[in-house]
């Protein structure tokens, strides 16, 4: 059931992106709407896949690298419908669908060959670490995708090209990157705090010094500095568009790339 | 029933012709249409770009006639210009060209601005006073209510009104694209010119509220602020201005830029960070090219502009093509319940004679047969069940094949078969041992058309 869900909501938000593509391309409020019912349909199944977590042998726990992309591209869903009731947020979904996809997609076809979870009977640590931390990453995510669509934009105006009407504003765009980064820094940096308690109840220190602490420690204090650079020193929009999708990329670098080129 | 469309536009004639045929008021003209013999109902359009009558009639050459006299003796104002004939100025349109293009106007596919919106409430006010003069009927009411519809569709189902086409409406557009709200920012107008004026309606339009004007002439900058409920301020304060003006819209005359690159650079860092968007609609230039170079400025200059409108403009013929079928599925719809209509005098016709003959038999039946008075009525309901059944199979594809181009000849066969256009009795047989005689043995299944037999 884990992975039939999983493959359902995969598909689910494939359609919403091509919907939400459809509704860029052509008139009328109907394909939007549908590629947004699309995605939170995919986004409640995805959800609800993670209920199944347990029945799955061995069980993949939530710290395995595929389930906890999967579930930050779940919590990423979730977090964008919350934005999209805004106005004009909804053309967004072009940009947020795929990200969805291949969330859903990694967790459908690498959770059979998940690793059982070892938890040195840690307590709620773990998972609460990870539910932090996939959390605080997804909506970082949101802010990275609302950045690279706020570069793409001013691009397009700075060369004096129309940008399509169903588009978010700058404005809105640049509010997103801000309760992103509002909201998701707190969440990675309890994220990060949870993962220090976890390693104290299993190894009796919080620091053990691994390439995965090490990186996104370093992805912690970088951010960090943006937000500084953004609520303390007034950043510029297109500043903290940059600084939103570059942090992002170290932040994925550091959580799933350490781990792959390791 | 005919249709005819009489009347000229822009492309059919100069405004020096279309402004003297201006209707204020169209229900005395109508009065006097609906008057003449010819026409059965009438609708009368007027715009600045167009003056047009459409009628519905029986006598369409009779109804052109009365149109082309119509404009040259009661719609013209004064004399046309010196070499200009009227019957060059105007078109003609009969039947199914005058539904389409009666859907292409409403539909703004035939508007000097396509897709400009202003032409269906146009439309619709001139069919409300064809109806309040009692000049619109079942037709032309059906016809404006499809052209209603059919605009709705194009609007719905094509882009053709979706970008806009004029300078100061790309503007606000534009400034959509960064801002997404405009009742928080604040605008600072460097001129005091028509240009200004009509970019700063389109965005006051839009909600902006905080307008400050900076002018040369400190005068006439006052003359505007009082308009607009805005500041006035000197030239001089621009740099200080600028630290909080989200729009920056510039238009005065001059040799130089009024706002440079370290000016605007100043600006944007006393801003930190808030973006600006700049229209300079001067020529030549009031604002230095490369303050687009800055971060978090966006500024648009008179070529820019119009070269977005001209792009708006493209997308807008394009989406014709779309908008076009829509009118031709439309204007199909249109002449298939036109065409339903002709079928309505041979329908009545049919069944008002079937059920005579019926009445007729019964009449003559009945006393010879005997019954008492509920018997009577078995036999009076049975009779009528028989026509009804009968009937309801001619009569249903008759409606049906009236819709389509040939079902004028289904008409034409139903009339002949029945004798419709014959007295009743020749048609009926005033003896009925007549057809008995002629059908033979099967003469008991057109039993209808005998006596009833005891």
Redesign the interface.
């Known amino acids: 059931m884990l992975i039939a869900l999983h493959q359902l909501a995969a598909a689910l938000y494939l359609a919403a992106g091509v919907s939400g593509g459809m509704a860029l391309a052509s008139?009328?409020a109907r394909a939007r709407r549908a590629s947004l019912v699309l995605l939170g349909v995919g986004a409640l199944l995805h959800l609800s896949s993670f209920a199944f977590l347990h029945r799955a042998q061995p069980t993949p726990a939530l710290t395995d690298l595929p389930a906890a992309a999967s579930l930050m591209a779940c919590l990423a869903m979730l977090a964008y419908l919350a934005f999209a009731r805004r106005?004009?947020w909804d053309a967004l979904v072009v940009w947020v669908a795929p990200v969805g996809f291949l969330g859903a997609f990694v967790g459908a076809l690498r959770l059979p060959h998940a690793v059982g979870a070892d938890l040195f009977g840690s307590g709620s640590w773990p998972h609460a670490h990870v539910l932090l931390a996939s959390a605080g990453l997804a909506l970082l995510g949101v802010a990275g995708v609302a950045g690279l669509a706020f570069l793409r934009?001013s691009s397009q105006?700075?060369h004096?090209r129309?940008?399509g009407?169903r588009?978010?504003?700058?404005?809105?765009l640049d509010?997103v990157n801000v309760v992103a980064l509002a909201v998701g820094f707190p969440l990675l940096t309890l994220g990060v705090l949870t993962g220090m308690l976890w390693l104290e109840g299993s190894h009796g220190s919080p620091w053990s010094g691994s390439a995965h602490e090490i990186w996104t420690t370093f992805a912690w204090g970088i951010y960090g500095v943006l937000v500084l650079a953004r609520f303390a020193a007034?950043?510029?929009?297109?500043?903290?568009a940059l600084s939103a999708v570059g942090g992002f990329a170290f932040l994925l670098f550091a959580v799933i790339g350490v781990g792959i080129v390791a | 029933m005919r249709l005819v469309l009489v009347g000229m536009n822009h492309r059919s004639a100069p405004l020096a012709v279309r402004e003297r045929f201006a209707v204020e008021d169209p229900a005395p003209a109508l009065a006097k249409l609906v008057a003449s013999p010819e026409i059965e109902e009438a609708v009368l359009f007027s715009t600045c770009n167009r003056v047009e009558v459409l009628v519905s009639t029986r006598e369409a050459e009779a109804a052109r006639v009365r149109l082309e006299s119509f404009f040259a003796r009661e719609l013209c104002l004064g004399q046309l210009p010196a070499g200009t004939r009227l019957a060059d100025c105007l078109y003609q349109l009969h039947d199914g060209p005058a539904v389409r293009h009666t859907f292409r106007v409403a539909s703004s596919i035939d508007s000097l601005v396509i897709g400009e919106p202003q032409i269906l409430g146009q439309l619709k006010d001139a069919w409300r006073a064809a109806v309040e003069c009692g000049a619109c009927g079942v037709i032309l009411g059906r016809l404006m209510s499809r052209a209603f519809a059919t605009a709705k569709r194009v609007r719905?189902?094509?882009?053709i009104a979706?970008?806009p086409v004029s300078v100061a409406r790309v503007a606000v557009?534009?400034a959509?694209?960064?801002?997404?709200?405009f009742d928080d920012k604040r605008a600072l107008l460097v001129g005091a010119g028509e240009m200004i004026e009509l970019a700063l309606e389109a965005l006051r339009s839009e909600g902006l509220r905080g307008v400050r004007v900076a002018n040369r002439t400190r005068a006439r900058a006052e003359e505007l602020a009082e308009r607009f409920e805005a500041e006035a301020h000197g030239l001089d304060e621009i740099p200080e201005l600028l630290c909080d003006s989200d729009v920056v819209l510039t238009c005065i005359g001059g040799d130089g830029p009024v706002l440079s690159r370290e000016t605007m650079a100043a600006a944007?860092h006393a801003r930190?960070?808030?973006?600006v968007f700049v229209i300079d609609l001067g020529v030549p230039r009031n604002v230095d090219p490369a303050v687009?170079g800055l971060?978090?400025v966006?500024l648009?200059d008179l070529d820019?502009l119009s070269?977005?409108a001209e792009?708006?403009a493209e997308e807008r013929r394009r989406e014709t093509i779309r908008a076009e079928a829509i009118v031709a599925e439309e204007q199909q719809n249109f002449a298939g319940w036109l065409s339903a209509l002709q079928a309505v005098p041979t329908i009545r016709d049919l069944r008002t004679r079937a059920e005579a003959i019926r009445d007729a038999e019964l009449e003559r039946g009945l006393p010879r047969l005997g019954l008492d008075e509920r018997q009577r009525e078995g036999v009076a309901a049975l009779a009528r069940a028989i026509v009804n059944k009968v009937l309801h199979t001619p009569l249903s594809r008759l409606r049906r094949e009236a819709e389509r181009e040939e079902g004028v000849v289904y008409l034409e066969v139903a009339r002949t078969l029945f004798g419709l256009d014959e007295e009743p009795d020749a048609a009926a047989g005033s003896d009925p041992s007549e057809i008995d005689a002629d059908e033979g043995e099967g003469g008991d299944e057109g039993g209808g058309h005998g006596p009833v037999r005891g």
């Open positions: 008139p009328g106005a004009r934009e105006l700075k004096k129309r940008v009407a588009l978010p504003s700058l404005e809105t509010r007034r950043q510029s929009a297109r500043n903290a | 719905r189902e094509t882009r979706e970008r557009d534009l959509r694209q960064v801002f997404e709200r944007l930190r960070g808030r973006p687009n971060d978090d966006y648009f820019d070269g977005v792009e708006n």
